[in-house]
């Protein structure tokens, strides 16, 4: 783990507020993947700027519409799964005049931008991983009923073990390496 002096409230720190703590493990681990074929991109996970934090799947909307932040006078970028219950709150946050922005991935889960080739080298299993599959469950099914690996539940060792063994490469393969980069491209923009 990597100290960083905290980032003066004169620079621009940016909130990245996610789903839960699998997505914040997610970005901090596909980073340096990222920053090794493109510096430029922001370093999620050490920028002392970015302040990644999960709001909670059934708290989540109270983040959004209750404002908790606001009175910090920051930007916050909002990044969640594509279920259709967050369309609305993606809607709220886009609709600030406060520099903030929301989406939502083009694929089902966080984990859905994982190759099957590196879910098969952690795991020593093979599943199809598309779009729209529920990763967690086919896993979990391919491994017998297990829904934990070497005592985590299964969403912590894909993105704790999985996502660093990415390549650019396996994210292309996968469709998602142009929609993360933009989602950073972005960020970097608000810093």
Known sequence: TRFHAAPSF??????????GPTDVEFFRRITPILRASDASLPDIGNDPRIA???????????WVNKRYLRELGKPEVHIYDSDVKYKDAC???NAREDGSWACQTSKREIENYLHAEAIAEVFGVSIAVTDTSDVEQDLATALGGQTRFKRRPLKRVLTEDVTPKMTIAGLKSRGGYAEIVDWYRRIGTML
């Open 10 to 19: 004169d620079e621009e720190p940016i909130f990245l507020c996610l789903e």
């Open 52 to 62: 990644p934090f999960p709001l909670g799947g059934n708290t989540l909307k109270d």
């Open 91 to 93: 809607a709220s946050v």
